[in-house]
Structures are given as structure tokens and as C-alpha cells.
């Protein structure tokens, strides 16, 4: 038990990565940390806007180069910190995706190549913008949510591409001739359509199909309630269900993470520490093998019992 103790009092007063990645995890963990990173990122979104006026960069090119770099260096520090806050499990920061878009961004600005093309630069600056959401959970929920949707989204287009076609046809049959400049082509049909899909113009196209047919009334109400109505309704479905899909990721990342952490070790009760309870049994043992040594030696000075004397204890008192 005295060498366990050792061991662990020789672990503890060494520190390393368990240690440093406690320290780094409480900075990352602090209020004031985040919101000093989410403010020099707004800050650099500001500074990306303001170099879009000439004249302000022209009379103003120190200084905003000068906030650029300590942009840069806040978030190479925020980056330090965050690897450090997982120096004793370097896998669990390769793990998050967020961990590694950060990490990319802030190498790519120290790349010559990167800092010498004025457009890539500026597009990368333009990316740190979307970091945002590592610090808002809803707009990070979002965020998951589209990318999710996106296998979902892409049946969405294909049907609504197949509808387009197929009604860009019929309106090229029936109105080509009469109406060439809405249905004179296969495109501008596409086109035409693709307008009312979101009621563009709608009225107008109905009172010019009827003045051509009466049929014309069945062709834009069938093609609206199809793709306006159902298609639109099936995209905002797969938006809602990936977004219950997303939140319920997020739910099982924090399970994971709070699981993750080292459990604390459970409080001793204070002045009874390991080693004061070591003390205080053998102290018991002690006291108990002297209460022993005692009676052993009081049953070793008492006389043994005469033969055929009875267990009736002495009267006190002799007759005279």
C-alpha cells in the first residue's frame, strides 16, 4: 500500500500532458474564451468588408494590415491552446471536424503560396468567417443539418429537374407556336417554368394560357400544386428531419465529451487522509494485542480450581 502511495505521490508531483490538458481544457472551457475569439473573428469579418473600399485602404493600409496579423496571431494562439487542451488524447482533437476546418484555416495563411495570391488569402480570411458556428450551437446545429440534408436535397433537384422537363415539353407542344417568346425552345420553357415555381409572374401566364386554351388553366395548376407545393413541402421535410438528425448528434457529442473526462477522485474526509487511516489501525492492532497480553497474563496468575470444589463462590460473611 506504502509503495502505491508512493507511486501515485511521485505521479501527481510530476506534471505532464494530463496535466497541461487540464490546464489548456479549463481555458478552452471559459466563458471569456470564447467570446474573445468569436469578437476577433466578427473583427476580421469587419476588416475583410472595409478593404473593399479603396480609398479607406489606401490611407488606412498599416493599420489594417497590422489588425490582420493580430487576427492571425489570436487565432494561431487559439489553435496552440485548443491542441494543447488535448495533449493527452491527440486522437480526440482529429476527431472533430470543427477541430480540423480550424486547424486548416490558420496553417493555410502560413503557406507562401497562399500569402503571396491576394484572392486566396482574401477567400481565406472570408472562410474564418464560417467559425462562427463552432461558438453558437444552434447556427453549428444548422450548419450539420444542411450537410445532411444534402443526399436528400440531391433526389430533390433530380425529381425537380425530371418535373421541369417533362412540363417544359408539354408547354413547348401546346404554346410553342402561339407563345414563342415564354415556349419557343426547350430553355426558355425551363426557364418560364422554373419562374413560376416560385409564383413569379404567375397571374400573367395563366390570362395568356387562356387566351390559347382553356386547357392551359389544368397545365398551370397541376404544374403549381406539384412544384410549389409538394416539392417544396418534401425539401423543407428533409431540412427538418436532418436538423432533428443533427441535434441529436450534438446531443450524443456532449455525452460523449462529459464521458470522456477524467472523473474526479472522491473527496477524503478532511485531517483522515490514506496514510492517517494506516496509523490509526495499527494504533487499534496495538491496543488490541495489549488488551490480549493483559488477560493472557491475569488467566496465567490466577490459582486453578481444587478437585471436587464446587463453582459456588465464598460467602462473605463466617458464622461465629
Given at each position: 500500500m506504502s509503495e502505491q502511495y508512493d507511486q501515485r505521490t511521485a505521479v501527481e508531483s510530476r506534471p505532464g500532458r494530463p496535466e497541461l490538458a487540464r490546464r489548456c481544457r479549463r481555458v478552452t472551457e471559459a466563458r471569456w474564451f470564447a467570446v474573445t475569439v468569436l469578437t476577433v473573428i466578427l473583427l476580421n469579418a469587419a476588416l475583410l468588408g472595409l478593404e473593399t473600399y479603396s480609398g479607406l485602404v489606401e490611407e488606412w493600409h498599416h493599420w489594417l494590415r497590422?489588425?490582420?496579423?493580430?487576427?492571425?496571431?489570436?487565432?494561431t494562439a487559439e489553435i496552440l491552446v485548443r491542441l494543447g487542451a488535448h495533449a493527452d488524447r491527440p486522437?480526440?482533437?482529429?476527431?472533430?471536424?470543427?477541430?480540423?476546418?480550424?486547424?486548416?484555416?490558420?496553417?493555410?495563411?502560413?503557406?507562401?503560396l497562399v500569402r503571396e495570391n491576394t484572392t486566396v488569402l482574401r477567400l481565406l480570411r472570408l472562410a474564418r468567417v464560417l467559425r462562427t458556428a463552432r461558438f453558437l450551437p444552434q447556427l453549428r446545429i444548422v450548419l450539420v443539418a444542411v450537410g445532411r440534408s444534402l443526399p436528400g436535397t440531391l433526389s430533390f433537384l433530380l425529381v425537380g429537374a425530371l418535373l421541369l422537363y417533362v412540363y417544359a415539353m408539354v408547354g413547348w407542344v401546346f404554346f410553342g407556336r402561339q407563345d414563342p417568346e415564354h415556349y419557343g425552345s426547350i430553355g426558355r420553357a425551363v426557364l418560364t417554368l422554373f419562374l413560376l415555381m416560385i409564383l413569379d409572374g404567375i397571374g400573367d401566364a395563366i390570362h395568356a394560357g387562356l387566351e390559347i386554351s382553356r386547357w392551359s388553366l389544368l397545365y398551370y395548376a397541376s404544374y403549381v400544386l406539384l412544384a410549389s407545393f409538394v416539392l417544396v413541402n418534401v425539401l423543407i421535410g428533409v431540412v427538418i428531419t436532418s436538423l432533428e438528425e443533427a441535434r441529436e448528434m450534438e446531443e450524443e457529442q456532449d455525452a460523449r465529451d462529459t464521458a470522456a473526462e477524467p472523473s474526479p477522485s472522491p473527496p477524503q474526509e478532511p485531517g483522515r487522509p490514506e496514510e492517517d487511516d494506516r496509523r490509526l489501525l495499527l494504533e487499534r492492532l496495538a491496543a488490541a494485542r495489549q488488551a490480549l497480553d493483559a488477560l493472557e497474563r491475569d488467566l496465567v496468575g490466577t490459582p486453578p480450581p481444587l478437585a471436587g470444589a464446587t463453582s459456588t463462590p465464598p460467602t462473605t460473611g463466617a458464622r461465629p
Open positions: 497590422l489588425a490582420e496579423h493580430g487576427c492571425l496571431a489570436v487565432f486522437r480526440g482533437f482529429l476527431k472533430d471536424p470543427w477541430n480540423l476546418f480550424d486547424l486548416a484555416v490558420v496553417l493555410c495563411a502560413f503557406l507562401p
